[in-house]
């Protein structure tokens, strides 16, 4: 039987480059829409952080994570910024255009 980590792990592998989307967009397509933490702790767990593409998973804001896990703060950004993600001036993604539609 597969684990919640598991169902997360494998959503969050269909995320297209140049996409992201929200804890809760991925805790919904994992089975269970009250996950978003969970996801969270997945994703600072990822057993495989150049497969599994952690970096494209932000807040409902659009924001990123305050101390990525997988090579400090700016890290997130400079990954997704390499995949043409564009981002407000507020530092969120510009979610109108990188939103991933979960198909």
């Known amino acids: 039987m597969e684990t919640a980590f598991e169902r997360i792990y494998a959503v969050v592998r269909r995320i297209p480059r140049g996409k992201v989307a929200t804890y809760g967009m991925i805790a919904q397509l994992a ?6 933490r969970a996801v969270g702790y997945a994703l600072h767990a990822n057993p495989e952080p150049g497969v599994i593409p952690c970096h494209r998973v932000v ?7 305050p101390a990525f896990a997988f090579g400090g703060a700016d890290r997130q950004r400079e990954l997704l910024e390499a995949e043409g993600v564009t981002f407000h001036a507020d530092g969120n ?4 255009e990188h939103l991933w539609n979960g198909l």
């Open 59 to 65: 807040n409902r804001f659009g924001g990123l994570a």
């Open 93 to 96: 993604v510009i979610l109108s």
């Open 31 to 36: 089975g269970n829409p009250r996950w978003a």
